[in-house]
């Protein structure tokens, strides 16, 4: 007779998910050490393992490792953000082909509640691994167990150890095997157990995952939180943690970017402001949401030995809007703020606050503004998403060509699965 069938948390992960982008694109990239760059290629903020052997880590400044990475073959990309956000877009798709019960969880990141026996989880961790390795051309690994705690742990175990080729079944490893993860991993290696916590943990006498699944419930409820207890409880197997089928409602929106070089005039800061605008007002759109209050921000570097500055403004809006015209105009009422002529300023954004489901709040026809009844918003992010980002936008964001301050990204790889111009060609 076979085992019953358990309901299974499968947690799967990308590896190294911007170097692994980079290299569905660009195959040359598998055989070499690779390094991702911030924003204006300003420090290292991805890299796979061979380029953490020769030395390098997250957070380098580029200028000063830029001739080590050279001289020992490193290859090196700006961040490729649209390329990033499709991939993800692709495996999420193919991941949901596997089950219903299914949460995103960040970027690389997904959850899956699937019915199965361990075996047969087993099989299926495996078939998902290969499907996404031919269907979209990243490489993943799959924990499973009964609680997401768990199967995160699995995740790292399966990344860990290589006999295991990507694939962990909690519920499958040896006994003696789980005892000893248990007795050697520190706590702070579960997920959602903070460095802060760890430290308090140490102090009762908590140091390993083992001391933390066999610690007091009540104690933990008591000195920490009902989430450590419910984390507890998750690494004893029992599942704790539901599946979030809605993300957890977002109350505020940054969206905020640097310059390649810095703007001290006006009309290239209104530019700046008109066009990050329109990108809060498409965001807003895509989550469903409005927002009540637009604040525009500016500022100088604070490194710089020049004229410090860092205006902003504040404004409420008549009603909650997601319309890119109401938020440019609030936008540029930063404009009067700012010391144009003697401040050089590198980075502008925008924080959208009061946000709420969009139609929550009836508008009364009388105060509904003229442009948003044509539904200007909704109709730029349409266009946007069919045509490509920059091919249509209101005033100063309408620009066909890249404005002198937009970011630096020396090394940008081509955007192949989004702009039709950057498709990669094959010589045959
Ligand atoms: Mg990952």
Known sequence: MSAPALSLVFHVDINTYYVSC??????????????????????????????????????????????????????????NYELYGNISQRVMSVLKEFAADFEQYSIDEAFLTIPATPEKAKKLARKIKDDLARRVGVPVCVGVARTKTLAKLANKTAKKIPVLRGVCVWDLLPPQRRE??????????????????????????IVSIGDLARADLTLIR????????????????VPALPLEEQRAFKDQLIFSRSFSTPIS??????????????????????????????????????????????????????????????????????LTRADFGVAQYVRAGFLLSGLEQDGAAQVLEPFELAHEKRQVSTLLASIQEKCGQGTIGLGYAG???????????????LRGTTHWKELVQVKL
């Open 22 to 79: 980079e290299r569905i694109l660009d195959p040359s990239l598998r055989d070499q050490p690779v390094v991702i760059l911030s924003n204006n290629d300003g420090c290292i903020i991805a890299l796979d393992s061979r380029a953490k052997r020769l030395g390098f880590s997250m957070g380098d400044p580029w200028h000063r490792v830029a001739d080590a990475a050279a001289a020992r073959g490193v290859a090196v990309r700006s961040s």
């Open 180 to 205: 000893s993860l248990f007795a050697t991993l520190p706590a702070s290696e579960v997920w959602g157990v903070g460095g802060r916590s760890t430290r308090k943990l140490a102090a009762l006498g």
């Open 222 to 237: 008591k000195r920490f939180s009902v989430v450590l207890m419910r984390t507890v409880l998750e690494l004893r197997g």
């Open 265 to 334: 005039d006006e009309t290239q800061m209104r530019q700046v402001l008109s066009l990050y605008a329109q990108k809060a007002s498409a965001r807003l759109v895509k989550a469903g949401q409005v927002a009540g209050i637009v604040a525009a921000f500016c500022s100088t570097s604070l490194f710089s030995e020049g004229t410090q500055s860092h205006p902003s403004v504040q404004v409420k809006l008549p009603q909650a809007t997601a319309d890119p015209v109401a938020l440019t105009r609030a936008g540029h009422q930063l």
């Open 399 to 413: 620009l066909a060509e890249q404005p002198a301050w937009n970011m630096k990204r020396q090394m940008l790889s």
